[in-house]
C-alpha cells in the first residue's frame, strides 16, 4: 500500500504525464465545457476523470483489464464508475453523460468522505491480516 505521500507524488507524475489517451479524452472534455477532474485521489487509488457534479469516475482502459477491486471501492463510495477504451477516446459520446442526473456538492462530498472511510477500513484489514501472519492461530 502506498503512502499518502507515495500516492500525491504519483499522482503528480501522471497529471504532468498523461498517456495519449488521457490527453485526448482530457482535452474533449474540456472543449466540451465539462466540469472535471483530472487524476484525482480517493482513498489509496487515483482516478483517471472524476466529474463531480455527476459522482461519477471516468478510467480509460488500455491494454489491461480494468481494476476490479478499485470499481467495487468507488461503488461503495457512493460513485458511478464508467470504462472507456483507449481506442474509443476520440469517438467516445460525450452526451452519454447526460444519462447520469446531476448530483449535489454534498453528496460528492459525502462519496469522498466515504472513500476516505473505506481507505481506513482498508487500512485496518491490511494490518490485522499482517498481524496474523505474523502470529498465526
Keep these: 500500500m502506498l503512502t499518502a505521500k507515495e500516492l500525491r507524488s504519483k499522482q503528480r507524475i501522471h497529471r504532468r504525464h498523461p ?5 485526448i479524452f482530457r482535452d474533449r472534455l ?14 489509496f487509488f487515483i482516478l483517471e476523470f472524476v466529474i463531480p457534479h455527476k459522482v461519477l469516475a471516468i478510467e480509460i ?4 483489464c480494468h481494476d476490479q477491486m478499485r470499481d467495487d471501492f468507488l461503488r461503495r463510495s457512493g460513485f458511478h464508475v464508467i470504462h472507456v477504451h483507449s481506442d474509443e477516446v476520440s469517438d467516445w ?3 452519454a453523460l447526460s444519462c447520469y442526473p446531476d448530483r449535489s456538492p454534498s453528496e460528492f462530498r ?18 490485522l491480516g499482517q498481524s496474523q501472519a505474523l502470529f498465526p492461530g
Excluded: W, Y
Design 110 to 127: 459525502s462519496a469522498l468522505g466515504r472513500a476516505s472511510a473505506n481507505k481506513g477500513a482498508q487500512i485496518r484489514a491490511h494490518r
Design 61 to 64: 482502459i488500455g491494454e489491461a
Design 93 to 95: 459520446p460525450l452526451d
Design 30 to 43: 474540456a472543449a466540451a465545457g465539462v466540469d472535471f477532474k483530472f487524476q484525482m485521489i480517493a482513498g
Design 19 to 23: 498517456t495519449e489517451a488521457e490527453r
